[in-house]
């Protein structure tokens, strides 16, 4: 039954893959921020900050993504670097709020923020 059930769920797993292991990347860096951490709730909110962001980000890529595959490669290659700047600039904003609200822990954000990367590279492990 639990095989026939992921079976079943792997293309729903496959496209969430990254949403996912961020959440629990996230999840986790939390749990032992908790522990250091003497703001809990400027630790939360930096965190959920960062993650939200991140999510935010990875939506933007994907939009681009589908959008430039279907323009020429001239004006693909310009639409793909144009939104890799905003995105970087967003980044950068977020960021910058982050370090002069003093509600938001900035190291928080940091984590929340680098749980793209660490989706990515745990996508690339499981491919090998």
Do not use: C
């Not at 908790?34 to 703001?39: C, G, V």
């Not at 909110?45 to 959008?67: A, C």
């Not at 595959?69 to 670097?81: D, F, I, L």
């Amino acid at each position: 039954m639990n095989n026939d059930y992921l079976k079943m769920n792997k293309p729903h797993l496959k496209k969430n893959f990254m949403p996912i292991v961020m959440i629990g990347f996230s999840l986790i860096v939390y749990t032992i921020g908790i522990l250091w951490t003497s703001d809990l709730w400027s630790w939360t909110r930096g965190i959920l900050f960062g993650l939200l962001f991140s999510l935010l980000k990875l939506k933007l890529m994907q939009s681009t993504f589908k959008r430039a595959v279907t323009m020429p490669e001239g004006k693909a290659k310009s639409y793909a670097t144009m939104h890799y700047v905003l995105r970087y600039l967003l980044t950068g904003l977020v960021l910058f709020v982050a370090a002069i609200e003093p509600e938001i822990n900035i190291l928080g954000v940091f984590f929340g923020l680098i749980s793209m990367k660490a989706a990515a590279y745990m996508q690339l492990m499981m491919k090998e």
